[in-house]
């Protein structure tokens, strides 16, 4: 089975700080994915990446990046963190560019900034 | 943006009954995709419906698309407590190869 891992289940931090969001995915997927889910919103992509150091926004990217140094971790950064974006955050992969494919995802950050 | 809707937003049911859900979306598709969210949870893939069929079958989920109506169900046969959850549908739009846009969700609540 494919495991997605996020490497916080919970995070509280403070207004303007910066803030980096873990993922590994352990089953050599290309395409790697982050979310954030408020209520009433479902899930909204902030931002993807089909391959190693490349990166595509989603339909939120303001206000975050993303690094992917390697092919299996993908990693989300709020750059000065804000009330706004207190949120869960989920990220997901996929195997290759057929769009067949269903996500796997992890647990979710469940992220707080003060 | 959000593409598609489901409906209804919240749904409570007797273990045993069958729950069904909807979804709609506004542009056309490659495939619909079911996920199931269990409370703090992340996602989990249900079921996948191309856009050329029209019914698909997984266990006790049955799901089916209409093209032409933008429209889609699932259908959740003789329900357990253990299915409690958010149904989310989630469509990859012609044209984009990797993207899910997720619909809001479906609060399914079955009672013992």
């Known amino acids: 089975d494919v495991k997605v891992t996020q490497s916080s289940r919970y995070l509280v931090k403070r207004t303007g700080e910066k803030v980096f969001l873990e993922c590994v995915q352990d089953?050599?997927?290309?395409?790697m994915f982050w979310y954030r889910q408020d209520p009433g919103l479902g899930l909204r992509l902030i931002y993807f990446?089909?391959?190693?150091?490349?990166?595509e926004k989603g339909d939120i990217p303001e206000g975050y990046s993303v690094s992917r140094e390697k092919k299996e971790r993908f990693s989300l950064i709020l750059e000065s963190a804000s009330t706004n974006q207190t949120s869960m955050y989920l990220c997901a992969s996929t195997l290759g560019p057929n769009s067949n494919q269903p996500q796997h995802f992890g647990d979710g950050t469940r992220l707080s900034i003060l | 943006s959000q593409q598609g809707e489901e409906d209804p937003q919240a749904l409570s049911i007797q273990e045993g009954e069958n729950a069904t859900m909807n979804c709609s979306y506004k542009?056309?598709?490659?495939?619909l995709q079911w996920y199931r969210q269990n409370s703090g949870r992340g996602l989990v893939h249900l079921i996948l419906i191309r856009s050329n069929e029209r019914e698909k079958h997984s266990g006790r989920l049955r799901v089916t698309l209409d093209t032409s109506k933008k429209s889609s169900s699932l259908l959740i046969t003789a329900s357990r407590a253990a299915d409690t959850a958010s149904y989310f549908c989630?469509?990859?739009?012609?044209?984009?190869?990797?993207?899910?846009?997720f619909g809001s969700g479906t609060q399914l609540t079955v009672l013992p």
């Open positions: 542009t056309s598709i490659n495939n």
């Open positions: 989630a469509t990859v739009p012609s044209g984009s190869a990797r993207q899910l846009t």
């Open positions: 089953m050599d997927h290309e395409n």
């Open positions: 990446s089909y391959d190693v150091k490349m990166k």
